[in-house]
């Protein structure tokens, strides 16, 4: 039997059931769509309170015409990356220290332990008094929340290495700084991935946060404005904007963790 023709048993290729699989993913967001569209349509909900979601559509396209979008969206996302990469970097650089140095455990390890569990909007009053209701103090509040996530999820990489792999770089008789630089932290990095996807997924809410709190633009102050002026369409296109940017943004790290981490091997799923 030709191998090329077994994809095409019962008449369905190989093509055929993929694309139906990806298919599967669209069920439950257009059954809720459709749902939200009648409730509204049918009056159940106060327009003033809920937009149909066709209505979204239309008030989307044409902030994006006007720029109005561009223009929240720049800032927030300004704000979003320059904190992040702040608190990602201080978070790595002192993690791998801690993890690879006993001493620097000891040294920043108790401080760090004792401030994580403060929740990182707790530092907005704190902030704004420092450095006003400014970009700087939510860039500041998003590079906290982030960097404390890193931190501990770099010392856990680094400490979650085999004693086993070390021992090699010992019998080929490498440094220390060589052992760390191509054993240790290249170990870390599935554990690193994960900490900057969590961490990702915490700046939008820290951003939006501090953007209710103290902005006068922002998608976060979108949201807000509009909710409290009664633009459930201008609220939802808000909504909707953060939810494709932040699914950007993790499928941005998503592909950067595959092809960092590609030597890895793990299970995709059943």
Known sequence: MDATALPMEKGVSVSDRSAFRRLHGLVVPFSLLFLWELVVRLGWVPPQLLAAPSQVVTRFVAMLLSGDLFVHAGISLYRLFAGFFLGASVGFF??????????????????LRF??????????????????????SKI???????F?????????????????????????????????MTILVPS?????????RVAMALCWILLIAAEVIASSKGLGWLIWDARNFSRPDDMFVGVASVGIFGKLTDNTLALL?????RWQSMFGGA
């Not at 002192?94 to 401080?111: D, K, Y």
């Open 94 to 111: 002192v993690g791998s220290a801690v993890g690879l140095s006993r001493s620097s455990e000891r040294i920043f390890a108790p401080t």
């Open 115 to 136: 401030l994580s569990p403060v929740p990182p909007v707790a530092w907005i009053p704190v902030l704004i008094i420092a450095f006003g209701i400014g970009d700087l």
């Open 140 to 146: 500041l509040l998003i590079a906290v929340g982030v």
């Open 148 to 180: 404390f996530i890193v931190f501990f999820h770099t010392v856990q990489g680094i400490r979650s290495t085999p004693t086993d792999l070390v021992d090699v770089g010992r019998v080929y008789e490498k440094t220390w700084p060589e052992i760390a």
């Open 188 to 196: 870390s990095l599935p554990s690193v991935f994960s900490g900057l």
């Open 257 to 261: 963790q595959a092809r960092a981490t």
